[in-house]
Structure formats: structure tokens, C-alpha cells
């Protein structure tokens, strides 16, 4: 059974930083891409990061160069470290990891208020 599950979301003021964690289960992890997605109240879900099985990275514009994935293959986790944080950013962030198949995680709410 796939479990992808999110955890360090939580309430945070605009310029702060948080660190997510999702900790897969269930496959294969070091040849999945993984991608961290956010959905926002009222708004689609959009891609935020990617990182792929050979480590390389992309990014959506409007966090670029404050946000960074990164992953440790030997603890089947990706982590998207979060900077200069803005209220926009708020939102529910999910894991996904894909190959022949998407599995989600069950999201961690962030929200960037002061």
C-alpha cells in the first residue's frame, strides 16, 4: 500500500520559513519524481516544485528562488524548504510522486498571516 504523507505545515508570519516533509511508502521511492503542489482556498492546484529521480530541479515562477526541494533517497523523504514567505502562499501543499502511476499525499495546510 502507497502512503505519502506530508507533515511541517502551520500558521507562520509573512517573511518567515517553514520546512515540509513527505515521507513516502509503498514503492520505489529513489526512482519516483517527486513534486510538491499547493491548492489554495477558491483556486486549482498548481505545481510548485519538482525534483526528479536523478536530482535535477524546477521550480513555478512565483516561488523561485525562495523555495527549495531537495530528497533523501536512503530516508524515502522529499522536503521543500520554504523562505521570505509570503501570505499568497497559503495554501494546502500535497506530495506527489509519479511514474507510471500519480500517488497524493493528504496535504498540510500553510498559512502566512500576521
Known amino acids: 500500500q502507497v502512503q505519502l504523507v506530508e507533515s511541517g505545515g502551520g500558521l507562520v508570519q509573512p517573511g518567515g520559513s517553514l520546512r515540509l516533509s513527505c515521507a513516502a511508502s509503498?514503492?520505489?521511492?529513489?526512482?519516483?519524481?517527486m513534486d510538491w503542489y499547493r491548492q489554495a482556498p477558491g483556486k486549482e492546484r498548481e505545481l510548485v516544485a519538482r525534483?526528479?529521480?536523478?536530482?535535477?530541479?524546477d521550480y513555478a515562477g512565483s516561488v523561485e528562488g525562495r523555495f527549495t526541494i531537495s530528497r533523501d533517497n536512503a530516508e524515502n523523504t522529499v522536503y521543500l524548504q520554504m523562505n521570505s514567505l509570503k501570505p499568497e502562499d497559503t495554501a494546502v501543499y500535497y506530495c506527489?510522486?509519479?511514474?507510471?502511476?500519480?500517488?497524493w499525499g493528504k496535504g498540510t495546510l500553510v498559512t502566512v498571516s500576521s
Open positions: 506527489n510522486a509519479n511514474l507510471f502511476m500519480d500517488y
Open positions: 509503498g514503492i520505489i521511492f529513489r526512482i519516483h519524481t
Open positions: 525534483i526528479t529521480s536523478g536530482g535535477n530541479t
